[in-house]
T-cell receptor, first 111, second 116 residues
């Protein structure tokens, strides 16, 4: 079964709006939660990451919110721009440094 | 120019053929990974290697094989036993540090494999 569940599958946001992508997990052994950005035909690139002992991490327009008790974490993209249009993946690291990925969210920012 | 290279970018395979996807990194990373990406399913781990001459199966290893004879190279062979190999294949690497350090995983540009 999928270890990390991601929603929504696709998202359309107007330029300047806030994009929010959510992920949930069950395995409490996960100890590191990165978000990746992928453009068509390219490999994913690390965007931002968080440890479960932190409730929020912000880097520029990108913020991760982490709720350990609910086993949920989310990516917020403030002031979304057309250049942010890409597929976003959440992930979680488990034992032996194995990473488990969500199914991806395709973001389209309308100009 | 440091990074991960994958070749070829596109690969076509006839049914029943084995094909090998190349992954090379010059980042001096210890760990290397192979993922398969299908639409709507995210990335699924095929094999990973934490050190030269050692590798472990991931979640979907059936029909695939790997080798890790050199630190910088981690080729993936898609065998005829893999019934549905058409997918986008991604190689990744990261520094291996015990204790769970947050070392970034770097991805290559991918190989798109199509079975004819």
């Amino acid at each position: 079964q999928q270890q990390v569940k991601q929603s929504p599958q696709s998202l359309i946001v107007q330029k300047g709006g806030i994009s929010i992508i959510n992920c949930a997990y069950e395995n409490t052994a996960f100890d590191y939660f990165p978000w990746y950005q992928q453009f068509p035909g390219k490999g994913p690139a690390l965007l931002i990451a968080i440890r479960p002992d932190v409730s929020e991490k912000k880097e520029g327009r990108f913020t991760i919110s982490f709720n350990k008790s609910a086993k949920q974490f989310s990516l917020h993209i403030m002031d979304s721009q057309p250049g942010d249009s890409a597929t976003y993946f959440c992930a979680a690291r488990g034992n032996f440094n194995k990473f488990y990925f969500g199914s991806g969210t395709k973001l389209n920012v309308k100009p | 120019d440091g990074g991960i290279t994958q070749s070829p970018k596109y690969l076509f395979r006839k049914e029943g053929q084995n094909v090998t996807l190349s992954c090379e990194q010059n980042l001096n990373h210890d760990a290397m990974y192979w993922y398969r990406q299908d639409p709507g399913q995210g990335l699924r781990l095929i094999y990973y290697s934490q050190i030269v001459n050692d590798f472990q199966k991931g979640d979907i290893a059936e029909g695939y094989s790997v080798s890790r004879e050199k630190k910088e190279s981690f080729p993936l062979t898609v065998t005829s036993a893999q019934k549905n190999p058409t997918a986008f294949y991604l190689c990744a690497s990261r520094t291996w540090t015990s204790g769970g350090a947050d070392n970034e995983q770097f991805f290559g540009p991918g190989t798109r494999l199509t079975v004819l």
